[in-house]
């Protein structure tokens, strides 16, 4: 069963961090890129980052650079989100999401990944 578990989401003051952790099962995590989304009621789901399988390659979306950081544990099969310098507009449902294999979309299309979590909400306050 191919799986995805967000977790560390929760209430956070404006200006203060937080880390996601999303638990991979069911396949062979090291060989995929995997990204983060983001999305708030009545809009599309954002892209906020991405990385390779290696960690090498690091992509994030304007909006975040700076203050996220995305960064994988192959050994423990997770992949994680600092987050730094929150404000409220950071304030949405993230999902993290394994890259879909030989897809030929842009890095930031959430229709190029395959298998998605159920999400943690991260609340930020003003």
């Known amino acids: 069963q191919v799986q995805l578990v967000e977790s560390g989401g929760g209430l956070v003051q404006a200006g203060g961090s937080q880390r996601l952790s999303c638990a991979a099962s069911g396949f062979t995590f090291s060989t995929y890129v995997m990204g983060w989304f983001r999305q708030t009621p009545g809009k599309e789901r954002e892209f906020v980052a991405r990385?390779?399988?290696?960690?090498?390659?690091?992509t994030y979306a304007d909006s975040v650079k700076g203050r996220f950081t995305i960064a994988r544990d192959n050994a423990k099969n997770t992949v994680y989100l600092q987050m730094n310098s929150l404000k409220p507009e950071d304030t949405a449902v993230y999902f993290c999401?394994?890259?879909?294999?030989?897809?030929?979309?842009?890095?930031?299309?959430?229709?190029?990944?395959?298998?998605w979590g159920q999400g943690t909400q991260v609340t930020v306050s003003s």
């Open positions: 990385i390779t399988s290696n960690g090498a390659t690091i």
């Open positions: 999401a394994r890259r879909q294999p030989f897809s030929y979309t842009d890095a930031g299309t959430a229709r190029g990944y395959d298998v």
